[in-house]
């Protein structure tokens, strides 16, 4: 009897749980159904609600500064017209947005992905990477974005461009881009600028959002020409308008030795060491980041095209440029590699903006051989006094050298080409002075514990040697007897003067 008992209550035990969870089912599929519903009807309505074209003027792509080819709008482009307005005038629902910004909002948070929202990102250059930049800026959140750039959408563009296909040959790279990127975020306002970048337009393009008056959170260069790249730095530099500067993708082919760098110690990109040394001329050492290669030309490695001998007989080759002052080579590019930079350049913007931690991995080795060269100039000054002074060891304590990290990077690498003046050899370089010095170089501000002692030294007065001929360098002729003459041939100081008037340049803005 116990037994039969016990068995009735357990089966109505387990036809409990039985109606509990299928309840439960039931409950749950009823309001993933509504979600899903309500979903799909705002999606309905959204679609059903952008007019149709028919019998109505074919909706226009932004005008700019100087129209190009544009081909017919198609159907598609029609529907993504109408949308765009549509969604520009607020006209969008925004939890559709937030729906496809989730992931973004998830790893930025509420607050970063607002930020992001709200601002307003002007991409100089709209080539492979600048066309990678906005098109992962739009669809990341950003609201506003003024593209500049002067060229049209070529079929040796297409290896490289984010957005655009043969039906945009023709067309201004900013208008194609305009064109694609309302196809998957019409919410986005486009500004246009078919223009060449330089510094007399400079206060125009760089200037702030003309309907609302916000100035631009970030600049993005993505120029591949030194003169426009140089003056837009500068402007920014000196306007402190946050920047970011992409460096050469051409030549390219390793993704994993692209860099995020100040520009004062991005070395070994061609791009960026003539940017950088052209930045110093004007004043500017650091506080521009930069993305750069690490990578170095080698055999069988692409580099850039020479022209055809018969192009040159037929006299200037600058009338074979596109406009003024802009490359006539042929630059090889690997379809990838602009994009990694763009996608990188992007992602510094995104991170910045947002206010999420950046923690970059600075490049090895660098620093620490800087470091290195700058206490060997500190040592070396120190001997020098000595024997010219003929004063104590103890004369020498707390003597400081007038010559920063970043100034040892310029000299070895912008001025000398990371290799000795002396024989060329690339390794265990070391900077030392060139003359012996005929006037006291010691000076020396204040007294007793507040006494300053600093070399009086040049930057002009430096060389690059190896640590071993800078050894024998110092003992020969700074400390010695011998004169240049005597230890160098004609070719060696020669070159070296010719690089000390280089460097006086530099040291005027110094």
């Not at 959002?209 to 631009?216: H, I, L, R, S």
């Not at 500017?284 to 980041?289: A, D, L, M």
């Not at 110092?474 to 003067?497: C, F, M, N, S």
Request: contains cysteine; proline residues 5%.
């Amino acid at each position: 009897m116990s037994s039969f008992l016990s068995n009735s209550t357990n089966q109505s035990k387990l036809q409990l749980a039985t109606v509990a969870l299928a309840s439960a089912a039931v409950t749950a599929g009823a309001i993933y159904g509504y979600q899903q519903s309500r979903h799909g009807e705002r999606l309905n309505r959204l679609k059903k609600s952008i007019p149709s074209s028919a019998g109505e003027a074919e909706p226009e792509l932004q005008k700019v500064t100087r129209q190009g080819p544009v081909p017919k709008l198609d159907k598609e482009d029609e529907h993504n017209q109408a949308l765009a307005h549509r969604a520009q005038n607020g006209d969008f629902d925004d939890e559709l947005i937030l729906e496809q910004l989730a992931r973004n909002r998830v790893f930025l948070g509420d607050e970063g992905l607002a930020k992001l929202r709200n601002s307003f990102v002007v991409i100089v250059g709209c080539g492979g990477v600048g066309s990678h930049a906005a098109t992962t800026l739009a669809r990341s959140g950003v609201s506003k974005l003024r593209l500049i750039d002067f060229d049209q959408v070529t079929l040796s563009s297409l290896n490289r461009h984010a957005v655009a296909t043969l039906a945009d040959v023709g067309m201004p790279k900013v208008q194609c881009l305009q064109r694609r990127l309302i196809a998957i975020t019409p919410w986005v306002r486009f500004d246009l600028r078919l223009q060449k970048f330089d510094g007399s337009v400079a206060p125009e393009l760089l200037g702030a959002w003309e309907k609302d008056g916000q100035k631009p959170d970030f600049v993005i260069d993505a120029i591949d020409n030194i003169d426009s790249k140089v003056e837009l730095l500068k402007y920014c530099y000196d306007n402190n308008l946050p920047v970011i500067s992409s460096m050469g993708a051409g030549t390219k082919s390793d993704p994993t030795r692209i860099m995020v760098g100040d520009i004062g110690t991005s070395t070994d990109d061609g791009l960026s060491r003539a940017t950088r040394r052209r930045l110093k001329l004007l004043g500017v050492t650091s506080g521009i980041p930069v993305v750069y290669s690490t990578e170095k030309m080698g055999e069988g490695k692409a580099a850039l095209l020479p022209l055809p001998e018969d192009e040159f007989k037929k006299g200037d080759v600058g009338d074979l440029a596109a406009l003024p002052d802009f490359r006539v080579r042929i630059l090889p590019v690997l379809g990838t590699m602009p994009a990694v930079f763009g996608y990188t350049v992007a992602n510094h913007v995104i991170l910045k903006i947002s206010g999420y931690p950046l923690d970059y991995i600075p490049q090895k080795g660098r620093d620490k051989m800087y470091d290195g060269i700058q206490a060997f100039v500190q040592a070396s000054e120190e001997k020098i006094i000595r024997a010219v002074t003929g004063g104590p060891r103890e004369l020498c304590i707390g003597l400081k050298v007038p010559i920063q990290p970043c100034e040892v990077a310029f000299l070895v690498e912008d001025i000398y080409k990371a290799k000795s003046a002396v024989t060329g050899i690339p390794t265990k370089l070391v900077l030392i002075r060139w003359q012996k010095p005929t006037r006291d170089i010691l000076i020396r501000i204040g007294e007793g514990a507040d006494e300053q002692k600093s070399s009086d030294l040049k930057l002009s007065e430096l060389v690059c040697m190896t640590k071993e001929e800078a050894t024998r360098h110092q003992k020969e002729v700074l400390l010695g007897e011998k004169t240049l003459e005597e230890l160098y041939d004609a070719e060696v100081i020669e070159k070296v003067a010719k690089r000390q008037e280089e460097i006086k340049l530099y040291e005027k803005y110094r």
